[in-house]
């Protein structure tokens, strides 16, 4: 079962207690709070502390229909991209919001999707959730803000299809995924997204994804004056990834290359790769690891990131995280850019309403 399809199926199990439930709703809570220490925004302000709540109402619409959400509630600086930035504010997000539709016969599910969703490309955007990202920051190639690729929903509509140990999903947005708009945003072109995968073996799956669509749009901080117009400049992305989980190793990892088209000035290209280990030492122990790497075009130079973590888990559905994450570049200084981090993760779970 691909890993996207794994959020609908907790969801559905959560309903109800057997497939019997025709209607339903539950409302589970992700609360992390975080303390933070680096100087990227400067000395005077670390260390900082910040707090993330998740909200995702799930609702039963019936034998096929269902209805997702995902609202998100942090004070900055909590993502560490968030840093760099001298402000402290409190932000909320709708991550996703949507209506699906879903039907099973044997091996063989169908499952479309309309509303706000997370992007199809790669195999980390599901994983925003604290409780669901064995590290503490997300890899190179994604950011909630700073990207490339957001974790952040975009308007679209989607269809997953596995069949036996295949899997493909498509999906058509209102915006790239580099730069997602809301409606009602001006300059609002379509993108279209597209990926599948295989289980090899029990535990080892294969994908690849691939994108197309505008993402540059009028007032864009990179649209140069003479620029052409936004629709004739299709940003491109592919990309391949891995999971494969065994005994007490779970490894997975991504490489993708993403072309950014310009005619004012020369094209630019950005390139992301990263592996991430977890190891588990005991039911309430583990460490983890992640090595990525990012080559940027028009003077810029690769940059290389690594990330230990140490968690764990002192009653159920409690979560700590202990780590360090270092950066290397052209333009990192010593360890000004690293940063140090203890995260605290809860799972709430409200009781569930269901009708047989």
Do not use: C
């Not at 707090?51 to 229909?65: D, E, F, H, Q």
């Amino acid at each position: 079962m691909i890993a996207r399809d794994l959020l609908l199926l907790t969801a559905a199990a959560a309903l109800a207690s057997g497939q019997e439930a025709q209607f339903g709703a539950t409302f589970p809570v992700v609360i992390s709070g975080q303390v933070m220490s680096t100087d990227r925004a400067g000395a005077e302000h670390s260390p900082s502390a910040a707090y993330r709540m998740i909200v995702s109402p799930t609702v039963k619409l019936g034998a096929n229909w269902f209805g997702y959400s995902a609202i998100q509630v942090h004070r900055s600086p909590y993502f560490f991209e968030e840093a760099y930035e001298k402000t402290r504010e409190t932000r909320v997000d709708v991550l996703q919001a949507y209506i699906g539709y879903t039907r099973s016969a044997r091996d063989r599910t169908l499952t479309v999707k309309a509303g706000q969703l997370t992007s199809a490309f790669g195999a980390f955007p599901l994983r925003y959730d604290d409780s669901r990202n064995a590290l503490i920051d997300m890899p190179f190639g994604y950011g909630a803000y700073g990207g490339p690729i957001s974790v952040y929903g975009i308007p679209g509509v989607e269809v997953n299809a596995v069949i036996g140990r295949a899997d493909a999903r498509a999906q058509f947005t209102n915006s790239s995924p580099i730069s997602p708009r809301k409606l009602w945003d001006h300059d609002q072109y379509g993108s279209f997204t597209a990926g599948g995968g295989y289980a090899i073996a029990p535990g080892l799956r294969a994908g690849v994804s691939a994108f197309r669509g505008a993402y540059l749009y009028r007032g864009h901080e990179f649209y140069f004056p003479g620029e052409a117009r936004p629709k004739d400049l299709p940003a491109t992305g592919y990309g391949v990834d891995v999971q494969a989980a065994r005994g007490r190793w779970n490894v997975s990892g991504e490489v993708q290359r993403i072309q950014l088209p310009y005619r004012a000035i020369p094209y630019f290209f950005l390139t992301s790769a990263y592996g991430e280990a977890k190891f588990t030492l005991s039911p309430r122990w583990y460490v983890a690891g992640r090595s990525g790497a990012q080559w940027r075009t028009a003077g810029l130079g690769r940059y290389d990131r690594y990330e230990a973590v140490v968690g764990f888990r002192p009653a159920s559905r409690h979560l700590v995280k202990a780590g360090y994450e270092w950066l290397q570049g052209r333009w990192v200084r010593g360890a000004r850019d690293n940063v140090l981090a203890v995260q605290y993760v809860v799972q709430v779970h409200p009781p569930t309403w269901a009708i047989r």
